[in-house]
């Protein structure tokens, strides 16, 4: 089967975020058994060795430099083309930045493939690569968007949880874009991956004609290996892409108002932020005792081993993440909230595979709970990292994606 991949994100290498991680392990996965075209775009941070890197993992690696961003303007040039993008963004029912990747030269290229009969199935993974489906491509190849998570959503939970970093901004593209972006594209497609049930249910509305597929995300078991001895001590560890709106704000909640609380109890308690490109507010928290922000770091998996809990107090978007099952799989007991452990049966009628914590107060409760027993520590690790082998390594989830993108084809 000859697949096209359209990511306007680099995928390489898979630790910068989320839809790094994804792309790349899907698309690694199904390199095995089919040809493999992608088309990607590079920014300033991209090296020419990790170029040649992406290109041991396809059959064919086509790369287009990112639009440049807008030189130093003066205040009234920057209003204006604020205006002018928000404007063209309501006329489109397309997000800004969306409209800011798009190439013609890209969307040359795919027509090409299209037209010329070039592929078998074009994925778009994430959804800001819709802008180059045309809808009447669905009845000449099959077009899966692996959709990450829903932009709607996403924006949405950020306003109710205050987290978001431009409310008025937001509250009007919500109302006047984005719900109406989903909707429009969603129907371009034969068909929609999502990573959770809960996007699902969010797509069903906009598209209950078709299938939807629910695919989470997995881990690298050789990448992320189960700790071979627990630690002990009072070391807290937090992961992720420091620049990412949602992890800043888990990082200041927890630095701010759970910390000082847990060191009432146990002053040595240490909080490590682990990830690269640390926002200023971020680096403003090393001031508080016990906070520790390390920027990126070699391995993420050495500092996960020496913690001796982690935790993931997101308070806002969607899916399932990463940064939970990599520590799952790497053995280190977990305290999250709802967020954090969206997509996972960790309680309840499920064995005990993480403590659930939303307020203050529940964190302090279940950390110092793990403090105080280690056999709970061995039983939360034992039992998630069983979890992780059997329903989320990226084997599992390359074997279904490759299933949906195979659909039309066993059909005819």
């Not at 300033?44 to 890197?53: D, M, P």
């Not at 959503?153 to 009007?172: E, F």
């Not at 078991?221 to 937090?238: A, H, V």
Request: one cysteine or more; proline letters at 6%.
């Amino acid at each position: 089967m000859r697949i096209l991949m359209l990511s306007s994100t680099f995928p390489y290498p898979p630790s910068r975020g989320g839809t790094e991680i994804r792309t790349f392990n899907l698309l690694k996965y199904l390199q095995k058994k089919h040809f493999i075209t992608l088309i990607t775009q590079y920014n300033k941070e991209v090296t020419k060795a990790e170029v040649e890197e992406l290109r041991k993992y396809v059959n064919e690696l086509i790369v287009f430099p990112l639009p440049p961003e807008p030189k130093n303007q003066s205040s009234i040039k920057r209003l204006l083309a604020q205006v002018g993008r928000f404007t063209e963004s309501v006329l489109k029912a397309t997000p800004p930045n969306v409209l800011h990747r798009y190439s013609p030269a890209i969307q040359a290229l795919v027509d090409d493939y299209v037209e010329n009969k070039k592929c078998d199935v074009i994925t778009c993974e994430h959804s800001v690569n819709e802008i180059y489906i045309r809808p009447e491509f669905r009845n000449r190849v099959n077009t899966v968007v692996d959709v990450h998570s829903s932009i709607y959503g996403w924006v949405r939970n950020h306003l109710q949880m205050n987290a978001s970093q431009n409310v008025i901004r937001d509250r009007l593209y919500l109302s006047l874009v984005l719900q109406r972006y989903e909707r429009r594209y969603s129907r371009k497609f034969s068909h929609i991956v999502v990573t959770t049930e809960d996007d699902r249910q969010e797509f069903l509305s906009l598209r209950p004609d078709i299938k939807i597929a629910v695919i989470p995300n997995g881990v690298d078991l050789q990448l992320f290996p189960y700790r071979s001895q627990d630690p002990g001590k009072y070391n807290l560890i937090f992961v992720g892409a420091m620049d990412a709106s949602h992890n800043i704000d888990a990082a200041r909640f927890f630095a701010l108002e759970v910390l000082p609380e847990i060191q009432k109890y146990y002053p040595e308690t240490k909080f490590n932020i682990v990830g690269a490109r640390p926002a200023p507010e971020i680096l403003e928290l090393k001031n508080i005792p016990g906070v520790i922000v390390t920027g990126r770091v070699n391995s993420m998996v050495e500092y996960l081993h020496q913690a001796t809990v982690c935790v993931v107090p997101l308070r806002t978007g969607f899916g399932i993440k990463n940064k939970t099952l990599e520590a799952m799989a790497a053995g280190v007991p977990i305290v999250a909230s709802d967020r954090g452990l969206e997509g996972l049966a960790v309680d309840g009628t499920h064995p005990l595979r993480a403590l659930r914590a939303n307020l203050p107060q529940e964190y302090v409760a279940a950390i110092s709970k793990l403090f105080e027993h280690p056999q709970i520590r061995s039983k939360l690790s034992q039992n998630a990292r069983q979890l992780v082998e059997t329903e989320f390594t990226w084997d599992i989830a390359g074997q279904r994606y490759e299933q949906v993108c195979l659909e039309n084809k066993n059909r005819e």
